[in-house]
């Protein structure tokens, strides 16, 4: 499985976008799929995640204000954010999960990682 992330850009406080992660493969619908960002000088940390069966999680900063969905015809996983502020800024990665049953708050829970896109949030 390979993973191609977009959407990424600049954007003034408050603002939106809207990230893609299109994956190749047959068995999309079976997987799960997770959204993480890196900070300049911070860890990488969970965002948000969609099982196979569409139950989505997020993390307590994010919630409210992102929505992960996703279109299995389109092998594609996307991450609308709202509200955004200036702690959003980072290096958003996307990830799959073969696992049907995993900790998907988790990096270990994930198999395949896509390349990160850079958001940034003007104040």
């Known amino acids: 499985v390979q993973l191609q992330a977009s959407g990424g850009g600049l954007v003034q406080a408050g603002g939106s976008l809207r990230l893609s992660c299109a994956a190749s493969g047959r068995t999309f619908s079976t997987y799960a799929g997770g959204w993480f960002r890196q900070a300049p000088g911070k860890e990488r940390e969970f965002v948000s995640a969609?099982?196979?069966?569409?139950?989505?999680y997020y993390a307590d900063s994010v919630k409210g204000r992102f929505t992960i969905s996703r279109d299995n015809a389109k092998n594609t996983v996307y991450l609308q954010m709202n509200s955004l502020n200036s702690e959003d800024t980072a290096v958003y990665y996307c990830a799959v999960s073969k696992k049907p049953y995993a900790d998907y708050l988790t990096f270990e829970a994930y198999n395949y990682w896509g390349q990160g896109t850079l958001v940034t949030v003007s104040s």
């Open positions: 969609i099982r196979w069966s569409g139950n989505t």
